[in-house]
Every structure is written in structure tokens, then in C-alpha cells.
């Protein structure tokens, strides 16, 4: 089994692609004949690739188990070729170099308007052998038909079978063990709908700004950087009726409804249901940041993108009738914090008429600490007050309980399932269109509205209207 990556000089590589690539190679879960062809436009040798290669990966791979004699056995399988992905004869080489027979993973870590020239000219080259595949990275497409066009374009060389759409929120053991949490304990899957559910809050915080993307961030914005693949997935995930079977078809089938389903955000609407907003100048610590117009590359001083969403969606089927989900997303945020929290519906009547009728609340965290808290109402242990009540979380908190040194990389298992030609934690076809279709009504709501971005200083949660959003249905955001 041969994997191409293109795009293995870039920052993805160095920080993701080879790290996970490593770890799995140190615990013996890649075959012997396993190989790795390197391939990027850097005028490099062999050598002088994995010499540059080496201290990337020594950083963000898990120093218990970084050792030279890993490091010789992975670069081993490893060869590096020098290439233009937009010259087509360049591929002809490519073809030369490839193994005569096995399987062939093709890897696209780079912009996605690359994917259709590189698609083209491995068909035209003759390197597509019956048993190739391709893995892309998000973004596919900036819209519905952008997006189309990718997919059209990848259905002319790859069948959906051979195609392995990545969103790396989907390798990580926490989203995983949601579906574990939802489907595997009674107790929790029957309480899982509308007569015991208020409403469910699915958080993304990042501390970090554009990063110096900003020409490419400032054509995008948090919505279809974040929205329309993390926290859709997210969502359906939290939201989907149980599949047949534990099979790609199965899985998909079933959050492709529940896209369906989402209610439509329109100009009769938009306005009541979404928050945007964009981050000044502020502190995070005690470290100062600029604001979006200052940071560095910057070209619009009064740019309109916005680098926070907040949304309150609707379900509408039967399960989820009437249960709002709050979603929100942004940059320069205080902490970087992903959660999904399910608020119970209070009891209809409490017998402790002089405590407070607490809902319980369930929190599945992705990160920091990956885990899942179940707020619970307990007596107070106090001889003056008899029956108090008190608020408790049962923690389970994932590392602590696994007997593991560390909680696996996202991409580890994605490469892993590429490898074992498992699809069940990648996207399809349809769910990554349909995600597209909403999210254009969406932003074609807020731009006919002429809905512009509220400022929030970075350091702070937000701007006051995401507060007000879910504060006007008398709920509060989970902090």
C-alpha cells in the first residue's frame, strides 16, 4: 500500500499528516510494506526533505515515544518527489514513480482549487490503479455549486466508495463516543427527544485569530469555515434517529435527514435567529491582540466578514419538535473550548418546594480534557439545612478512565479507517451538499437583510446579542 500526499511540505503535513503517521508506525498499526510518497513543490532531495521534516515531527509527535530508531524505521518508507500539481506532464513522472500494483491512497492537502487539476491529471497519466482512493480536506467548495463542481469532478475518477471526504471533528474519541453515550446505554437513549430534552447548546471557542490567512479568511468567514462542516456534524450527530448498522451507508443516511430537516433561515426570519460578529482589539490573558482589520495582511479596513456566528436552528420531525439548538463559533474567544450540552426539560412539579429546581445538564466535552459530565441535583451535606439541594457533576473524564498515556489524534483513526477502507467517520456525497444548500440560504438571508457584524474586543465571549439571542427564550449559554 503506497500513500501519496500532496502538499507534504506544507503546514498540515509537518503538523498533522506525519505526527499521526508516526504515532501509528510506533504502535505497529501500519504493514511492513506500507510507504509513503512525499510530494510538493520545494526543489528538495530525498534527504534534505526528511532532514526538514524530522524536528516538525519530533515536536508535535508524543515525546514518550519519539525515538531514533522510530524516526529511521518511518523515514524508511518514505520517498519525496518534486513537482508542479498544475503542469500535467509533471504527472507522467509521478506515474513512473508510483509502486507497479497495491493500493494507492491519493492525499490532497492543499487549497482546494487545486483538486480538479490534480483529479484530471491523474486520470490522463495513467496512476489510478482499480483499487486507488482519495482523501480530500475540508473545505469542498466555498458553496452548493462550487461544491458540486468538486464532487462532479472526483465522480469522474473515483467512485464514492473510493472517496474519503475528511472532517477531522469526526476522528476525535469524544464524537465517537457520542454515539457510544447515545445508542449503547438505555437509560440516556430514551430519554433522548423532545419530552425530556429543552434544548441543546454545541459550542466551538478558539483562542486564535486568521493566523495569517487573512486574504483567504476574509472570502470565507466563520460560517462556512466552522458552520457548515464541524458543527453540522456535530449536530447531526446529536440529533440523528439510530442507523441500521454501524456502516457508512448506515451512519450517513441517517445525518443526511436530519440536514433535511433543519428549518430554513430566510429574510423572515434571519434576523431573530443569527448573531454575527467580528473581534476588535483586546486581551486574551494578559496578552494583547489586534483587532480583524489590523491583523497582518489585512487589505479592508472596513471589512464585513465575520470571525463569530451565533444561530438558533430547528429540527423539524418528530423527535426534536420544539427543542431549539444553539450553535455558536468564533475566534479570539477567552478559552478554546468544544462542547455539545443537552439542558434536561426541570421536573413538572418539585417536591422540595424550598430548594431550586435545577435541570440536569449532560456535557459531552471534545476539548480542553475530553470527556462527559452529568449534572446531577444532590442534598447538601449540612445538619442546619435539612433537604438542600446542590448541584454535582459525575465526571468521566476519558484519559483518566482509559489507562492511556494519551488520547489518540483525530488523525490517527482517519488515516487509520482510509487505510482499512472504512468510511464510517468520513462524509458523503449528499450530507456535504445539503450542509451547503442550508448555509446558502442562510448567508443569502443575512446579505439581502443587509445584516452587519457586531464588534466584541478578543477576550470575550462574544458580542452582547449572542447573550440575547438564547437569554430573550429565558435559557443561558453553559459556561
Known sequence: MELVIFGAAGDLSGRKLFPALLHLDACDLLDG?????????????????????????????????????LWHRFASRCRYLQMDFEQPPEFEKLATT??????????????????????????????????????????????????QAVN????????????YRIDHYLGKETVQNLLVLRFANRFINTQWDQSCIDHVQITVAETVGIEGRWSYYDQVGQLRDMVQNHLMQLLCLVAMEPPNSMTAEGIRDEKVKIVRALRSIDTSNVAENVVRGQYSAGFIGERNFPGYSDEPGSANDSSDTETFVAIKAHIDNWRWAGVPFYLRTGKRMPEKVTEIVICYKSLPHNIFSFGENIPNRLVIRLQPNEGIEMQMVSKLHSLKDKMGLVAQNLNLDFLGSSGMDRIPDAYERLFLDAINADQSLFVGREEVEESWRWCDALILAWEQQGMKVKSYPAGSKGPTRADLLIEKDGRSWHE
Open 98 to 147: 508510483l509502486k507497479d500494483s497495491g493500493t494507492r491512497i491519493f492525499y490532497f492537502a492543499t487549497p482546494p482549487s487545486l483538486f480538479k487539476s490534480i483529479c484530471t491529471s491523474l486520470g490522463s497519466s495513467a496512476c489510478l490503479n482499480t483499487d486507488s482512493r482519495v482523501v480530500l480536506e475540508k473545505p469542498i467548495g466555498n458553496d452548493l455549486a462550487s461544491c
Open 152 to 163: 462532479e469532478t472526483l465522480d469522474e475518477y473515483f467512485t464514492e466508495r473510493q472517496t
Open 33 to 69: 510494506d506500507f510507504s509513503v510518497l512525499a510530494l510538493s513543490r520545494e526543489q528538495l532531495t530525498a534527504e534534505e526533505f526528511l532532514q526538514g521534516l524530522k524536528p516538525k515531527a519530533q515536536r508535535y509527535l508524543d515525546s514518550s515515544r519519539w525515538s531514533e530508531e
